[in-house]
């Protein structure tokens, strides 16, 4: 089947997709939890004049993509949650993986994180941590980069070869380090994550904290995310919890592998 | 500003919004956690040409609201879970109570559901299930019918009175009971529920399953969610979860009103 060219800009193409490219731009003006945008405010930051914006959000909050709250802001909507949850690589890999998340978690009473790889950085699939945990982490759909953290550097080592070759061409700054990584470095880690089995990663500001992550395997032994440990340096030493994380990885491995949780439909219960 | 009305059938609206139901059309073909749909499924669940289907899954596909499988199948992609993430009922809701339904969890070693209304029924915003916990509940992200389980009861206890009566006046089937619940039973059971500050309700099939509901208050006093444990009613008196429930429903209510969770933004801050 022949593909469709992109539409060059300034034309107005055939068949109206721009359309649903304008609706999804609407979509991406959504940047922090809880955002609540005005009308100019979506417009300004979709790009679009404001009586487009009105036509589509309306469209869209009809469906229950969007929501308005009592004043009149636009919201990101329920049904988007829905509709999400059906994804295999994020909710699906979650519902396997998530009780052994619960071990880790009830075990070391730390931040317990699972991500997945989205082209070039790690996105979160799933987080838990405990009211006493500290430092409030990356939220549940957020992106995190590959080279700067526990579950990236697993991701990233795992990674086909000439991605990683771009990461390594690429900007490799460390948040609140004066000096970037440097590609030998990064490319020297990497190798003693695949030797191991395990990554580690530590950053000292706002507050000293080490990440400890092992990849999780899908039934062809393709690494398919990542789930780490993420403690104060201050209390925990990361190589005290590197035998937890591995062993429940490949736990929640096996668990995938049984289940073909990634792909697989699975049916609704119900319940009281 | 006028309302667009809706567009009557068989006529091309101007403007070209039917683009985007079309394109929302196949987001909502994807109903079970996990489907993978050929173009031939997805245009026949979707109800359009299979050209049409093609041209405005790629366009999703691209922006990442599809993804394509290795067979060419299409998937719900994960970018529709970042942007879902930013729903402030569904995850901002969420990431103010999950701490408070872990606790739960763990002093129960039961399910602990989290769930907000949308329309005429419920939305299961979370659920924690052990690997122990037995039989496999609805998924985050699935709707749950009001009238008939414990968070539904506590949403529809507290829903505007013109939504009561609406699902009083419809259908009240329990799932593989012979009988019908009769609107004067429900009436006496919202009544309950709004008097007590709890609901119950069983199940007698596929296996004797209670579930203990409470409901959480934003800070204007409205019940924004309600949150319960499921466990078997060999193993548990409902009566005994009951106090357990209700204080955490408490504590999670005054950490939402603390934080503004419902709707305000959160800044994210880097983990290692």
Known sequence: MPEDPPAPRGRKPARGEPVVDRALRLLAAFREKGDALSLGRLSERA???KATTLRLA???AEWGALERTDDGDFVIGLRLLEVASLSPRGHGLREAVLPFMEDLHHATGQHV????????EAVLVERLSAHRAGTVLYRVGGRIPLHATG???VLLAHAPADLQ???LDGELSLP??????TADELRRTLARVRRDGVAVASLRRPEAMSSVAAPIHDSRRAVVAALSVVAPTASVRAAALAPAVVAVARAASRALQRDGARTGPSPDRFDG
Chains 1, 2 share one sequence.
């Not at 994180?113 to 070039?120: M, Q």
């Not at 609140?176 to 990584?181: A, I, K, N, R, V």
């Open 165 to 167: 070759e771009a990461v």
């Open 113 to 120: 994180l699972l991500a997945v790889r989205e082209d070039r």
């Open 151 to 153: 579950v990236g550097l």
């Open 47 to 49: 790009g679009l004049p």
């Open 176 to 181: 609140d380090e004066p000096q970037d990584l």
């Open 58 to 60: 309306r469209r869209l």
